[in-house]
């Protein structure tokens, strides 16, 4: 079995990036230093109180709570907590509940158990836990709204959504002005504390930033920044029944929090200037820490044969193509756990494919290839026949005295003798299961296996020489046929004596234990199965899962739920983290010995 993956790649070299080479650089430059924390999160006067912030930098993994996360999170979750790490800093695990009819408690409990079992923690250097919820600035943020009101830099907008959307241009075309963008600011905020206080039906008016309706960039044609929506909050219930926009309230929360890099996926580019505009103008009145922080943008992750949209992985769920979010075929975290990934190897395909402003696609077989490596060297091997057909030794009584002897056999549980490692230990007797294609009774050319004559090795055990067959009355064969071939079992002087050309694997009827085993496999059979307007639907794998009754070696009668195999010859597996039990195993294959998708 495998020992459990820990975050282990701290002091490995890491390769440079253009988010590494900024935050060298204001490191270098000192832009930071002078950063102020209390120790929580707050406005100016709030972090002007404290002392200078022991974090050299601060980043934070912001996810919205309405879905499960996935393995695109998972590149950020590495990015923003392995660069914290790195730099001396703290990064804040923060969770962006700004839109109640989404959102979830069970979403919130799922991303902490995620983040934690990926290897990481939100602690400040004394222990701090830096646990965040949007939601929790409500209050600052409804102040920042009113100072931008009374400055001059936002309106109550009360146009219809239509009229909004064919006032804004487009790229060829420029705003026109809303005929409320010239209220007073004292007209705006009463009408503002009129929706606060619930006097306005949902949707009946927004509030906008004031910026600039002829702008390029169609994201500061006074954007809005506040709706009614009358909806229970998981966090704060029915306090409040306007709510802040995401574009609004992202930037606030990475100030209140004390953010240096807020780091994101290039969706969000075209976002910066607003996210700037509005901290400059909190800046300017005091209500935010300065230097502000700064928001980069970074490639996300495509990667092949799967979906990555939280719509089409719930109607997945919602449909019964899966068995659920933590079903082992989805791109979730809790999928890839379930399936058997380990935290190591998916930190380490993070590494590998790098951080970029790219748009490119990455192979799904890199993040197997990961997988592989992590699991070679410490994986337990263990025998198992997913076919099983019987092979009766028919001299066995003649050789060992006794039709019932049972022989004790061992082999190594990880390649090579590594120093430590267990045996595995096992019997042989009369009958012994083996895979079904392990014999031809007519054998194709180049064939090494059991046919009539030729003799094979038991792996571990015995050389044995084929004798045929027996069939049932439609022809089907029911069980094979073999002799032992004395004094040649492994490990002992006369191991050599009778040369073979194939070693077989097989488990023992007598010690050997039935188990399920699903045979997992890529969920589609395009490589990009929602782009280009594609029916991802359309490119289900039909041969996405296998169930077969199985039978495995007795090493593993002790194996525990996650607990990692190579099962020789087959590939690499885990017991399954939900419906595994010692009194009815159940193995789920994580990916083959080698990827059988490639050209």
């Known amino acids: 079995m495998s020992t459990p ?22 490191l ?56 914290a790490r790195d730099y001396g800093g703290v ?52 102040r920042a709204a009113e100072y931008l009101i009374e400055a001059g830099h936002a309106y109550v907008d009360e146009q219809t959504a239509e009229e909004m959307r064919a006032n804004r241009g ?29 006097k306005l039906a949902d949707g009946a008016a927004v509030l906008r930033a004031k910026i600039d309706m002829a702008s390029p960039n169609i994201n500061l044609r006074d954007p809005a920044i506040y709706r009614i929506k009358r909806a229970e909050h998981h966090n704060t219930g029915n306090q409040w029944c306007i709510y802040p926009m995401y574009t609004f309230a992202h930037p606030v929360e990475d100030a209140l929090e004390c953010i240096t890099h807020s780091i994101c996926t290039l969706e969000f580019e075209d976002q910066r200037p607003f996210y700037d505009w509005l901290l400059d103008r909190l800046a300017e009145g005091g209500l935010i820490a300065k230097p502000h ?62 951080v970029t402003k790219d748009y490119s696609w990455i192979d799904y077989s890199t993040l197997e290839g990961c997988l592989r490596e992590d699991l070679e060297p410490k994986a337990h091997r263990a025998m198992v026949v997913l076919d099983p057909i019987r092979l009766v030794l028919t001299n066995w ?22 120093q430590g490692a267990p045996e595995r230990r096992f019997t042989l007797g009369r009958e012994v299961w083996i895979e079904r294609e392990d014999f031809e009774e007519v054998p194709p050319k180049g064939y090494k ?34 002799t032992v071939v004395p004094d040649t079992k492994s490990g002992t002087p006369g191991a050599d004596s009778v040369k073979v050309k194939a070693a077989i694997t097989w488990v023992g009827v007598a010690d050997g234990i039935s188990a399920e085993v699903r045979l997992y496999d890529r969920l589609f059979t395009d490589a990009q ?32 739920a996650e607990d990692r195999f190579q099962f020789e010859r087959f590939g690499y597996f885990v017991a399954d983290r939900k419906d595994h039990a010692p009194a009815k195993p159940v193995f789920n294959r994580i990916t083959g010995l080698k990827d059988s998708w490639g050209k």
């Not at 006067?45 to 998972?74: C, K, M, S, W």
């Open 170 to 198: 487009d790229f060829g075309k420029p705003g026109v002005d809303s005929p409320f963008r010239g209220r007073t600011p004292a007209e705006n905020l009463a009408r503002f504390r009129e929706m606060r206080d619930g």
């Open 293 to 354: 922080p700064r928001q980069y943008e970074f490639a996300r992750l495509n990667l092949t044969y799967v979906v990555t949209s939280k719509r089409k992985l719930k109607h997945l769920v919602d449909s019964g193509i899966v068995s659920g979010w933590d079903d082992p075929r989805m791109p979730t975290i809790v999928g890839l756990r379930r399936r058997g990934y380990t935290p190591a190897s998916i930190q380490a395909f993070c590494e590998r494919i790098g």
């Open 5 to 26: 993956a820990h975050n282990d790649t701290t002091n490995a070299p890491k390769p440079s990036n253009f988010l590494r080479q900024i935050i060298e650089a204001d």
């Open 529 to 560: 199965p929602d782009a280009g307007g594609k029916d991802f639907l359309a490119l289900l794998n039909p041969g996405s899962l296998k169930v077969v009754t199985a039978y495995v070696e007795p090493s593993l009668a002790t194996a525990q």
């Open 91 to 142: 990064c804040h695990l923060r969770f962006d509940d700004t839109n109640p009819e989404k959102e979830d408690q069970e979403y919130v409990d799922g991303i902490i158990d995620a983040v934690h079992w990926l290897g990481f923690d939100w602690k400040d250097p004394d222990g701090h836990e830096n646990l965040y919820y949007a939601s929790n600035y409500f209050d600052f943020m409804y």
């Open 397 to 418: 009584a003649e050789v060992f005295g006794s039709a019932d002897h049972l022989e004790p056999c061992s082999l190594p549980a990880l390649p090579h003798g590594e």
């Open 449 to 482: 296996r059991l046919f009539p004559g030729n003799k094979v090795r038991l792996k571990g055990g015995y050389v044995i020489e084929c004798t045929g067959c027996e069939k049932d009355a439609d022809g089907n064969i029911t069980q094979v046929l073999a």
């Open 28 to 83: 270098a430059q000192g832009t930071h230093a002078q950063n102020r924390w209390a120790g929580s999160p707050g406005d100016a006067a709030h972090q002007g109180a404290g002392a200078l912030d022991p974090a050299r930098i601060r980043t934070r993994f912001p996810p919205e709570p309405n879905g499960y996360l996935h393995v695109g999170h998972a590149k950020s979750i590495c990015l923003n907590f392995g660069l």
